[in-house]
């Protein structure tokens, strides 16, 4: 149950699952937490009047469980009566369509370039940089048309050969989020350059260790840490590297404190561009399909990269990331108000709380086919067509993956 409170009588334990305003005019970069101190409660006093407290997922203990059942004579966040789901099919939806279709097919050029390099590292062949230009400047492009991009990527080319697709997700990512930071062109294509080649020493790696099914052996993660000395070596051979990206190549893996490899290096000796590449490198890893692992959400992901902030992330990097992948990231699921669920395929960077949604269930649940898709921006004033809450597919037992694959038949 949700639980109107006034921010005077909040308290450390209740779990916030509502403001009284958009989330995105706070600097909270979650969408419900639990209250942890009490810097949280002022920055909540500074920032609202009230909020909605969920008792179910608050500390489970009397006293506050006494106080949140004390506030219920306030108003309950109750759900807007169920509406019917007759909407205007969005406009932009056959573009979409158009958009996607290109993206694949420059993912298929580029894929097959970069297995053919990938091919060159197994062998110890040298690595040529016009070649690896040639896919970073595709990769850029494609980030550049749409915001979007590397997200996509991630979701629909499940099929491809690991490291391949890691690499330009990575890429692309990369080069997604250096430009939302405002860096200049040179260094978005540095840190797309180093994105696409971070992992081409795994090419080494054999595949029995990288396709491992449960933790690795020491022995067994020594060699995996090989990847990055060793492609960093080979392309500083090749004379024909920016350093930047020779750096990127062998720093991806270390962390602020001192903990990562090879070289555990901490603190500033980690410039930005080098953590940029390391923070969506551990993204794109958690987000992206692997054979013996369930990917995860990008809400999910996201918040476990923030555990990591401090010790092993920059934290205004981390945060900066958090907003640029979006408050409801692509592929998200989320109920509207009057009960109808929805999988977001598309947003503008200044209207983020009204993605364009592809309608999957009606209000009482049941399967909405054929699906369409409707822009939240245009339905104002429509009752019900608002966001209520972020889900977790799983939990409602909609595989959001298989359902995007399905409706834009990307491989
Ligand atoms: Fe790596």
């Not at 810097?39 to 949140?68: G, M, N, T, W």
């Not at 009606?362 to 245009?378: C, I, K, S, T, W």
């Amino acid at each position: 149950m949700k639980v109107k409170m006034d921010v005077g009588h909040l308290r450390p334990g209740m779990y916030v699952a509502e403001l009284d305003r958009p989330w995105l005019e706070t600097p909270f970069l979650f969408q419900g937490f639990v209250i942890e101190n009490e810097d949280d409660l002022a920055q909540l006093r500074e920032y609202c009047q009230y909020v909605f407290v969920d008792d179910l997922q608050s500390r489970q203990d009397r006293e506050i469980q006494q106080a949140i059942r004390g506030a219920v004579g306030g108003v309950r966040s109750g759900r807007v009566a169920a509406v019917t789901v007759e909407f205007e099919e969005w406009q932009g939806a056959e573009r979409l369509r158009e958009t996607l279709k290109r993206l694949n097919q420059s993912v298929e050029r580029t894929q097959a370039r970069v297995e053919s390099v990938l091919k060159d590292v197994r062998l110890g062949r040298a690595v040529q940089a016009t070649q690896t230009r040639e896919m970073v400047r595709e990769m850029v492009e494609s980030a550049s048309r749409n915001p979007h991009t590397a997200q996509w990527m991630t979701l629909l080319q499940s099929e491809n050969e690991l490291i391949a697709r890691h690499s330009m997700n990575v890429s692309v990512l990369a080069a997604t989020f250096a430009r939302f930071l405002g860096w200049s062109e040179e260094l978005l294509n540095v840190v797309s350059e180093g994105g696409m080649l971070h992992d081409m020493g795994m090419a080494r790696v054999p595949r029995v260790v990288l396709e491992k099914k449960g933790p690795l052996t020491a022995r067994e993660f020594g060699i995996v840490r090989l990847h990055a000395g060793y492609a960093s070596r080979m392309l500083a051979e090749s004379g024909d590297y920016d350093p930047r990206v020779i750096e990127i190549v062998r720093h991806h893996h270390e962390r602020l404190d001192g903990s990562g490899y090879p070289d555990g290096l901490a603190g500033d000796a980690i410039p930005p561009y080098v953590q940029l590449v390391g923070i969506v490198d551990v993204y794109e890893s958690m987000t992206g399909e692997k054979p013996y692992e369930r990917a995860l959400s990008p809400s999910v992901a996201l918040t476990r990269l923030h555990k990591r902030v401090g010790t092993h992330f920059d934290r205004g990097l981390v945060e900066q990331f958090i907003r640029c992948i979006g408050i409801y990231p692509l592929s998200s699921l989320v109920r509207l108000q009057n009960g109808a669920l929805g999988i977001v395929v598309s947003s503008q960077q200044d209207n983020r709380l009204k993605p364009v949604l592809l309608m999957v269930r009606d209000p009482e649940g049941r399967e909405l086919l054929p699906r369409r898709m409707v822009n939240l921006a245009l339905m104002e004033g429509r009752p019900g067509w608002v966001i209520d809450s972020l889900l977790e597919p799983e939990a409602e037992g909609i595989d959001t993956r298989r359902i995007l694959i399905e409706e834009f038949m990307l491989r």
